[in-house]
């Protein structure tokens, strides 16, 4: 009797799964900030969503789910051809659900101070980005222009955002109050700076240069102890034209205390220079995003 093989399409299962809850909590997320904040305070937003909003407050019979898919479409044709698939087919399903938590989500958030409901609304709407952009996928919108800048030409996603939304910022201080508008910026700055802490938080890398006699020292404890590779640099010092070894290594932002622990027990006197990275591309070190 021939045994029976095991269906093995469970982690596509559980894949598929996992990214389609993200896009759902983090469009029910940017749904209760738009419908619980936005709209009551007649904030706008950046992006397609920004633009949905004044179409919507200029022309109210139309609701804001149904513009945001339409004025979708041509980011969609640019995502066919500039990103992957897998991503290009999250991203329908992500713009589907983005736009059917504005339609239902229906809350009451009682803020009514203009600034709070700015901060809390870059709080929320930040985190549900942020939340969707860790899937697959994304709800559509600047998301795409954001992750094809982003690949392209290592442009950050809250910079490319906060930037494309000065155009819906303008358009809102000519067309609304100025007193709105700048609400409006205070909400997009908390909310840029939210994306980027959810989609980088902790996995953001640092390079980190080491200049010190004790070089082999430290480089056996980052190897040992971190367990990150060490390139040895050869150099020479401009005053003294001494020879000197430096140390280039990559670590995360969890690793950095633990390697300044093994330079100060090592040469308390080391020159240290730590740089932030875009990104990283290598095995185990990389943080590339997956799309």
């Given at each position: 009797?021939?045994?029976?093989?095991?269906w093995g399409?469970?982690?596509?299962?559980?894949?598929?799964?996992?990214?389609?809850?993200?896009?759902?909590?983090?469009?029910?997320?940017?749904?209760?900030?738009?419908?619980?904040?936005?709209?009551?305070?007649?904030?706008?937003?950046?992006?397609?969503?920004?633009?949905?909003?004044?179409?919507?407050?200029?022309?109210?019979?139309?609701?804001?789910?149904?513009?945001?898919?339409?004025?979708?479409?041509?980011?969609?044709?640019?995502?066919?051809?500039?990103?992957?698939?897998?991503?290009?087919?999250?991203?329908?399903?992500?713009?589907?659900?983005?736009?059917?938590?504005?339609?239902?989500?229906?809350?009451?958030?009682?803020?009514?101070?203009?600034?709070?409901?700015?901060?809390?609304?870059?709080?929320?709407?930040?985190?549900?980005?942020?939340?969707?952009?860790?899937?697959?996928?994304?709800?559509?919108?600047?998301?795409?222009?954001?992750?094809?800048?982003?690949?392209r030409f290592?442009?950050?996603?809250?910079?490319?955002?906060?930037?494309?939304?000065?155009?819906?910022?303008?358009?809102?201080?000519?067309?609304?109050?100025?007193?709105?508008?700048?609400?409006?910026?205070?909400?997009?700055?908390?909310?840029?700076?939210?994306?980027?802490?959810?989609?980088?938080?902790?996995?953001?890398?640092?390079?980190?240069?080491?200049i010190s006699?004790?070089?082999?020292?430290?480089?056996?404890?980052?190897?040992?102890?971190?367990?990150?590779?060490?390139?040895?640099?050869?150099?020479?010092?401009?005053?003294?034209?001494?020879?000197?070894?430096?140390?280039?290594?990559?670590?995360?932002?969890?690793?950095?205390?633990?390697?300044?622990?093994?330079?100060?027990?090592?040469?308390?006197?080391?020159?240290?220079?730590?740089?932030?990275?875009?990104?990283?591309?290598?095995?185990?070190?990389?943080?590339?995003?997956?799309?």
């Open positions: 009797m021939k045994g029976v093989s095991k399409g469970w982690p596509v299962l559980k894949d598929v799964g996992w990214n389609l809850g993200l896009l759902a909590f983090g469009s029910l997320l940017c749904g209760a900030a738009i419908n619980g904040i936005l709209i009551p305070h007649h904030f706008v937003s950046g992006g397609v969503t920004g633009l949905a909003l004044v179409i919507h407050y200029l022309l109210p019979l139309f609701p804001v789910s149904l513009i945001y898919l339409v004025a979708n479409m041509p980011l969609f044709i640019a995502g066919w051809f500039f990103i992957s698939r897998r991503f290009f087919i999250y991203s329908i399903i992500g713009m589907f659900l983005f736009a059917g938590a504005v339609a239902v989500v229906d809350v009451d958030i009682p803020v009514r101070d203009k600034l709070l409901a700015a901060l809390l609304a870059g709080i929320i709407l930040g985190t549900g980005s942020g939340i969707i952009l860790k899937s697959m996928g994304s709800a559509g919108g600047t998301d795409i222009l954001s992750v094809i800048l982003l690949q290592s442009v950050r996603l809250g910079t490319t955002v906060l930037a494309f939304n000065i155009l819906v910022l303008a358009t809102a201080a000519t067309l609304f109050s100025l007193e709105d508008a700048l609400y409006t910026l205070i909400y997009l700055y908390v909310s840029t700076k939210i994306v980027d802490l959810v989609v980088t938080g902790l996995s953001q890398r640092k390079a980190v240069f080491i006699p004790w070089w082999q020292e430290i480089s056996r404890g980052i190897l040992e102890e971190i367990h990150r590779g060490v390139t040895i640099i050869r150099g020479q010092g401009g005053y003294s034209q001494q020879e000197q070894k430096i140390l280039y290594t990559v670590v995360n932002f969890r690793e950095l205390a633990t390697l300044k622990q093994i330079v100060r027990r090592n040469d308390p006197a080391a020159f240290v220079v730590v740089t932030e990275t875009t990104e990283v591309m290598g095995h185990r070190i990389g943080n590339q995003p997956h799309w």
